[in-house]
């Protein structure tokens, strides 16, 4: 079955010690994204990437950064993580912009920061 | 900006129908999109609205009024497996989500 894969499910790291999250997808879509998701809260936009396109929310951290090497995989890097990035990490994707209002999820990094 | 509001929960019993309210300002609007969270779990695209009216997929249906900036999440005969939170989010020109807060639904037996 075409999917959103997401490892690992879950993630420990200490404070201030950088940890990368991986995302890939079967489904050969051309957008990706990242999202943040705390308890209880709504998912928010980090970045998405249009093919190669990098597109950064405004107002994303610094500590947050991407990398998309190919149409497969994308990969969220945390430089510094602390105590207040601890929370759901989602990947998602849609076939082009134009179908955005359509994405399909992974099913998650849950981050740790201790 | 943009913002949307929707109830924070809802309870409802099994078999009735619940009806999950959204309204929300923006700019540049194409659309409503509805999506349902378990916990733990992903998101799970439900319906898409662009045009006034009502959509139909099987048990749900979502509905629309651009006028009025509303929409609404129809689940009818409610199952225990439909406790879930359900989000709705705006689909902009700028070819994003934005999600709502989330309605927690909690269906009793």
């Known amino acids: 079955d075409a999917m959103v894969i997401q490892n690992p499910r879950y993630q420990v790291t200490q404070f201030g010690k950088p940890v990368t999250l991986s995302c890939s997808q079967t489904?050969?879509?051309?957008?990706m994204y990242w999202y943040q998701q705390k308890s209880s809260q709504a998912p928010k936009l980090l970045f998405h990437y249009y093919d190669k396109d990098f597109n950064n929310e405004a107002d994303t951290p610094d500590n947050f950064q991407s990398r998309r090497p190919n149409t497969s995989f994308c990969f969220l890097d945390i430089r510094s993580p602390g105590l207040g990035d601890a929370a759901m990490y989602l990947c998602?994707?849609?076939?082009?912009?134009?179908?955005?209002?359509?994405?399909?999820f992974g099913p998650g990094t849950r981050l740790t920061v201790t | 900006g943009q913002s949307l509001e929707q109830p924070s929960e809802v309870t409802a019993v099994e078999g009735a129908i619940v009806q999950i309210n959204c309204t929300y300002q923006t700019s540049g609007f194409y659309g409503l999109s509805w999506y349902q969270q378990h916990d733990g779990g992903a998101p799970t695209f439900l319906s898409y609205n662009a045009l006034d009216g009502l959509e139909e997929t099987g048990r749900f249906s979502s509905f629309l009024s651009r006028s009025d900036s509303y929409g609404y999440l129809l689940l009818q005969e409610l199952q225990m497996k439909d406790s879930a939170s359900y989000f709705c989010?705006?689909?902009?020109?700028?070819?994003?989500?934005?999600f709502g807060q989330g309605t927690e639904l909690s269906v009793k037996p």
């Open positions: 989010a705006l689909y902009n020109q700028g070819g994003k989500l934005i």
């Open positions: 998602a994707t849609s076939k082009h912009t134009g179908t955005s209002y359509e994405q399909y």
């Open positions: 489904l050969n879509h051309n957008v």
